[in-house]
């Protein structure tokens, strides 16, 4: 069973930086993909970034927030981490960390947090 815990949202300031983190507790994390999405009230969840399974060589991130995050993640410690500079009102939402695996079948499993907010305001 896969259980992911999120931390680190806090109120900041416009310009400002925040880090979060996201433990995973179950097995083989190396073998997920690992993600983090944001949601407002109202508002569908999006993607915000992800990173590859294994050594985490492939990323990807939303337009609006390239080359503000940086997802990063390790399997040493079962942990991924969003690194959040020079944050933007906009940036304001409940964040949740996301783990995806794919079985031999292909098919799909989800497993997500109970999301962590984060608010940007002065």
């Known amino acids: 069973q896969v259980r992911l815990v999120e931390s680190g949202g806090d109120l900041v300031q416009p310009g400002g930086s925040l880090r979060l983190s996201c433990v995973f507790s179950g097995n083989s994390f190396e073998s997920y993909i690992m993600s983090w999405y944001r949601q407002t009230p109202g508002q569908e969840r999006e993607l915000v970034a992800g990173?590859?399974?294994?050594?985490?060589?492939?990323?990807r991130y939303a337009e609006s927030v390239k080359g503000r995050f940086t997802i990063s993640r390790d399997n040493a410690k079962n942990t991924v981490d969003l690194q959040m500079n020079n944050v933007e009102p906009e940036d304001t939402a409940v964040y949740f960390c996301?783990?995806?695996?794919?079985?031999?079948?292909?098919?799909?499993?989800?497993?997500w947090g109970q999301g962590t907010q984060v608010t940007v305001s002065s």
């Open positions: 990173i590859s399974r294994d050594d985490g060589a492939g990323t």
């Open positions: 996301n783990a995806e695996i794919y079985d031999l079948g292909g098919r799909q499993y989800n497993y």
